[in-house]
């Protein structure tokens, strides 16, 4: 698992993919909105998450961020800037601390590497376009995947959102082991109604999923995964907080994921922004985005 990748990359590969589905938007401010028939509610869950597949495979707003993730062994702080030729990141702080000159040091010998060795970003670009592949497919399959049942209007801390509760559909029959975990995942989707894009996503796992990675592998029951997201300006929407608690078992070993994850900063980037240009820009201000705090 490389290090340094952001959120949507730093994975057990499908793990990841399954839970990071939906590129999420923010809600909108204004008063709470009305309840919906049943009709209404049903065709705005469908359009919300057709909007979602769509924004996922959008590579014509790159953007540029800082990315500070916790868990109960470490803390890190990357900068990170999305190119057509994969992300690029640098490392900047470990435990809320400026790298030490030997930390420094190392973090630039990687880059220099990076630079040198074209064949390192095509490797990583390769696995930034599988794990792209896997999350479409399970988007494709969300409407058919789960039930989802109206709970009503409510609000969030940036406006009014239409809530929905889903659980898995007893006549979906997941085609692959990268789908079996639809099938004991439940949970609550919030969906902005103004821009008709989702603005939550909090998963439960019900119960053992098996999943594979061409060998045996478990997600324990009780693992959840919550999701949100803030407006990057210019009509663009990031997710702004990730939370994962999962254990997987491979075999006789298990893993364990206890994260939080906050990504803060957000500014756009030339499309046209090669891998290389990202890792002068980000030599050039490591800290430009850190103004805009945690």
């Known amino acids: 698992m490389?290090?340094?990748?952001?959120?949507?990359?730093?994975?057990v590969r499908t793990l990841l993919a399954l839970l990071l589905l939906l590129p999420l938007a923010a809600a909108s401010h204004g008063q709470a909105a009305p309840a919906l028939a049943p009709a209404q509610a049903e065709a705005l869950v469908n359009r919300a998450l057709a909007f979602e597949l769509q924004a996922a495979q959008d590579l014509n707003?790159?953007?540029?961020?800082?990315?500070?993730?916790?868990?109960?062994?470490?803390?890190?702080?990357?900068?990170?800037?999305e190119t057509r030729e994969g992300f690029v990141a640098r490392l900047v702080e470990i435990n809320d601390r400026p790298l030490s000159p030997s930390d420094e040091q190392n973090e630039q010998?990687?880059?220099?590497?990076?630079?040198?060795?074209?064949?390192?970003?095509?490797?990583?670009?390769?696995?930034?376009?599988?794990?792209?592949?896997?999350?479409?497919?399970?988007l494709r399959m969300l409407p058919q995947a789960f039930v989802y049942d109206y709970a009503g209007p409510g609000q969030d801390p940036a406006g009014s959102v239409q809530k929905y509760r889903f659980r898995p559909n007893p006549r979906f029959s997941p085609p692959d082991f990268e789908t079996q975990a639809l099938t004991a995942m439940t949970g609550e989707i919030w969906i902005d109604p103004a821009n008709e894009r989702v603005a939550r996503l909090e998963g439960h796992l019900q119960q053992d999923t098996d999943y594979g990675w061409g060998i045996l592998g478990k997600l324990d029951k009780g693992g959840w995964v919550v999701i949100e997201q803030a407006s990057a300006g210019?009509?663009?929407?990031?997710?702004?907080?990730?939370?994962?608690?999962?254990?997987?078992?491979?075999?006789?070993?298990?893993?364990?994921?206890?994260?939080?994850?906050?990504?803060?900063?957000?500014?756009?980037?030339?499309?046209?922004?090669?891998?290389?240009?990202?890792?002068?820009?980000?030599?050039?201000?490591?800290?430009?985005?850190?103004?805009?705090?945690?």
């Open 61 to 81: 707003h790159p953007m540029r961020y800082r990315l500070h993730r916790s868990s109960p062994r470490l803390t890190s702080t990357k900068e990170i800037v």
């Open 234 to 294: 210019a009509g663009q929407w990031r997710i702004a907080r990730f939370q994962m608690k999962m254990t997987l078992r491979i075999l006789f070993k298990n893993k364990s994921f206890d994260t939080t994850q906050e990504m803060t900063g957000y500014s756009p980037v030339p499309a046209t922004l090669n891998y290389r240009q990202a890792i002068q820009m980000l030599r050039a201000t490591p800290a430009a985005t850190a103004q805009s705090g945690r």
């Open 2 to 11: 490389d290090p340094h990748l952001p959120v949507k990359l730093e994975n």
């Open 109 to 138: 010998a990687r880059l220099d590497a990076l630079l040198s060795d074209p064949s390192l970003q095509n490797h990583r670009k390769q696995s930034e376009d599988s794990d792209t592949g896997i999350i479409l497919k399970l």
